[in-house]
């Protein structure tokens, strides 16, 4: 879970050219309230991002939209700017959430343990299977 905080700045243009797609480009910048994974206390994030936007009305024209861009749907004559730029920020939050320096006391194991040891889940069927035999 993460909470926008206040301040957060979204720059946005639109261009279109002569028989091309409509275009919104711009950059994105904000900070976010999380819980680190590690020590499970708040952390704030820098969301960074950049947005190329090509809007479309229809599926037929998202399909044939340009690679570089990522289709927005505009429905019903409106694009609702604000909750596709959330949306967008919602996109830039780390999966992973921590303080760049976290005290934590977990060490990793260093050793692998011997895979050897292990019995195989099929070992039974085996037996099983030689019990038939016989």
Known sequence: MATLLPGGQA??????????PRVVSGELHCEASMICQRCLQPVTVTLRGSIRWGLVFSDREMQSLDQELDPVLVEEGQLFLRQTIEDEMVLLLPIMPMHDSCDNEWIPDLEPGDVSEKKSPFAVLAALKNEQRS
């Open 11 to 20: 720059t946005v243009r639109g261009s279109r050219e002569p028989y091309g």
